[in-house]
């Protein structure tokens, strides 16, 4: 069966860096896109990141530019979210999800097109 698993959430101080990962199994994610959504306390799910398979295109929400980049490993089959400058309100529950078709770069940021999604790992920062 298809299934993604997150990795790496944990605490860390403002300011902190931490790094998620995300395997797939079940299927090549080669010709997909991937992304990073999360969810705080009383939010909707919102976009992250993402990348596309095929050619090395990312994708940010503003309020991660700079400070979050999103890489993969073909090989492995991973995605993977290096998180620097930590904030506070950047606590949430962070998911990793996989298109169920190639993309357009307009479909990157858009909950609605992922197909699979893992289980979500929690990221907390303290002030």
């Known amino acids: 069966q298809v299934q993604l698993v997150e990795s790496g959430g944990g605490l860390v101080q403002a300011g902190g860096s931490l790094t998620l990962s995300c395997v797939g199994s079940g299927r090549t994610f080669s010709r997909y896109g991937m992304g990073w959504f999360r969810q705080a306390p009383g939010k909707d799910r919102e976009f992250v990141a993402a990348i596309s398979w095929r050619v090395l295109n990312t994708y940010y929400a503003d309020s991660v530019k700079g400070r979050f980049t999103i890489s993969r490993n073909n090989a492995k089959n991973t995605v993977y979210l290096q998180m620097n400058s930590l904030k506070p309100e950047d606590t949430a529950v962070y998911f990793c999800?996989?298109?169920?078709?190639?993309?357009?770069?307009?479909?990157?940021?858009?909950?609605?097109?992922?197909?699979?999604w893992g289980q979500g790992t929690q990221v907390t920062v303290s002030s």
């Open positions: 999800a996989v298109s169920g078709n190639p993309l357009s770069s307009a479909g990157y940021y858009s909950q609605s097109h992922y197909d699979v």
